[in-house]
C-alpha cells in the first residue's frame, strides 16, 4: 500500500521529530498542531532538530489547528501524536480528513486503540509504539534526546496480522528511526505503558531527569513496585508483556519478591545509558505547565487492575501525587520519594 499524503497531529516533541525527518526523506507531511507560536515559527524559519549526532533545519508544512479546514486533499496516513487524554477529539476532529483507505496511526503514550477505534473503525486503527526520546521547549525547534542507534518505533495491527501496510509504514518511518513490525502490538504496548509507569511521574515528581532516575537506587526500588503492580494486572487480562527495555518481565517480578534484585539494578542502570538525559514527557510537561499524562498511565494501570481485582497502591500513590501536583499542591523535589516508600 502507498502512503503519498501523510500528516502528524500534535507537532510535540515526538510529533515533530516524526515530521522533520520525513520531510528531509521527501514524504509530503503536513505538521497540524494548536501551539500557534511553533507553527508560525516552523513556518517562518523552518524546523530545526537538534539529535546526539547531528543539527538540521528542514522546510516543512505547518497547519495550525484551525486553518485544518481548508486542507482539500485526504491523508493517507495520519500520526496521532497528541496526548492520551486528547485522544478521542483528535479521532474525531481527523476523521474527515483522512481517505476512505487511510489509516489514523496512534504514536502515543498508553493505550489508546480502544477508545480510537470506535471512531475510526478497527480496521482503520493502527498502532505505533515509540521508543525515541524528544523535547520541545521552544518554538520550531525540536531536541532528540536518544542515542540514533536506539530502536524508535514498533508497529502493528490490533489483530495481530502482519499485512503489507503494517510493514509499508514501517519502512516508511525508518528515515526517522529503526522500525519494525510486531504480532504482539498489546504486549508492546503493555511494555511501553509499564516503562512510562515506571518513569514519567517519578520525573515530574521529583524533577529529575532520565540519567538521573536511573541513578537513583531509592527510584529503583519505587519503580521495581510499579512494574510488579502493573504485570499482574497485564497477567489477568491475559496479555503477554514484551520485554521492558530489553529485560524480561520476570526479572521485575522475581525484583519484587526480593530476588535478583542487584542484577536487575545493575542491568537497568545499563539499558539506561541509551535512554540519554532527556527529560520523560510527564517532566516536560509540569514545566510547562500543562495537564500530565499521569491518568492515562499510573492510573490506567489502577483502572484496569480494580477491573481484574489486582491491587496497585504503589501505582494509585504514584498518580495521586502527580495530580496534588498538577494542582500546585505539591512542589517537585527529590525528597517526595519518601511519600511512597510506604508502599515498598
Known amino acids: 500500500m502507498g502512503f503519498e499524503k501523510l500528516a502528524v497531529?500534535?507537532?510535540?516533541?515526538?510529533g515533530s521529530t516524526i515530521g522533520a525527518y520525513l520531510t528531509r526523506a521527501g514524504r509530503d507531511v503536513t505538521l497540524i498542531d494548536p501551539w500557534a507560536a511553533h507553527v508560525e515559527a516552523m513556518r517562518r524559519d523552518g524546523l530545526k532538530v537538534t539529535a546526539q549526532d547531528e543539527e538540521f533545519t528542514v522546510r516543512v508544512k505547518a497547519v495550525h489547528l484551525g486553518d485544518v479546514c481548508s486542507i482539500r486533499?485526504?491523508?493517507?496516513?495520519?500520526?496521532?501524536?497528541?496526548?492520551?487524554?486528547?485522544?478521542?477529539?483528535a479521532a474525531q476532529f481527523?476523521?474527515?480528513?483522512?481517505?476512505?483507505?487511510?489509516v489514523l496511526v496512534s504514536a502515543q503514550n498508553s493505550i489508546n486503540e480502544d477508545?480510537?477505534?470506535?471512531?475510526?473503525?478497527?480496521t482503520r486503527t493502527l498502532g505505533c509504539v515509540v521508543t525515541l526520546g524528544a523535547g520541545l521547549y521552544e518554538p520550531g525547534h525540536v531536541l532528540r534526546t536518544s542515542s540514533p542507534a536506539r530502536p524508535s518505533f514498533a508497529l502493528?495491527?490490533?489483530?495481530?496480522?502482519?499485512?503489507?501496510?503494517?510493514?509499508?509504514?514501517?519502512?516508511?518511518?525508518?528515515?526517522?528511526?529503526?522500525?519494525?513490525?510486531?504480532t504482539n502490538l498489546w504486549g508492546e504496548r503493555w511494555a511501553k505503558l509499564i516503562l512510562n509507569s515506571m518513569g514519567n511521574a517519578l520525573a515530574g515528581i521529583t524533577g529529575l531527569n532520565s540519567a538521573e532516575l536511573r541513578a537513583s537506587p531509592d527510584v529503583f526500588a519505587i519503580t521495581v513496585r510499579i512494574a510488579a503492580e502493573?504485570?499482574?494486572?497485564?497477567?489477568?487480562?491475559?496479555?503477554q508483556v514484551e520485554p521492558l527495555g530489553g529485560i524480561p518481565p520476570q526479572a521485575y517480578l522475581d525484583a519484587a519478591r526480593g530476588e535478583g534484585r542487584e542484577e536487575l539494578r545493575q542491568t537497568w542502570m545499563e539499558r539506561g545509558r541509551s535512554i540519554g538525559t532527556g527529560r520523560p514527557s510527564l517532566l516536560q510537561d509540569v514545566l510547562k505547565g500543562r495537564r500530565t499524562e499521569a491518568d492515562d498511565l499510573n492510573g490506567y494501570v489502577v483502572r484496569k487492575g480494580r477491573a481484574v481485582g489486582?491491587?496497585?497502591?504503589?501505582?494509585?500513590?504514584?498518580a495521586e501525587l502527580a495530580r496534588r501536583l498538577e494542582a500546585g499542591e505539591l512542589q517537585q523535589d527529590s525528597a517526595n520519594l519518601h511519600l511512597l516508600s510506604r508502599y515498598l
Open 73 to 89: 486533499e485526504r491523508f493517507d496516513a495520519v500520526f496521532l501524536a497528541v496526548k492520551s487524554y486528547d485522544s478521542v477529539w
Open 230 to 239: 502493573a504485570l499482574q494486572v497485564a497477567e489477568r487480562l491475559g496479555v
Open 310 to 318: 489486582v491491587p496497585t497502591p504503589m501505582n494509585e500513590a504514584v
Open 156 to 182: 502493528g495491527e490490533l489483530s495481530g496480522m502482519i499485512t503489507p501496510r503494517v510493514q509499508a509504514l514501517a519502512a516508511l518511518l525508518a528515515p526517522v528511526g529503526a522500525a519494525r513490525t510486531t
Open 94 to 102: 481527523i476523521a474527515p480528513y483522512l481517505r476512505p483507505e487511510g
Open 115 to 122: 477508545w480510537l477505534a470506535p471512531v475510526i473503525g478497527y
Open 9 to 14: 497531529l500534535g507537532a510535540g516533541a515526538i
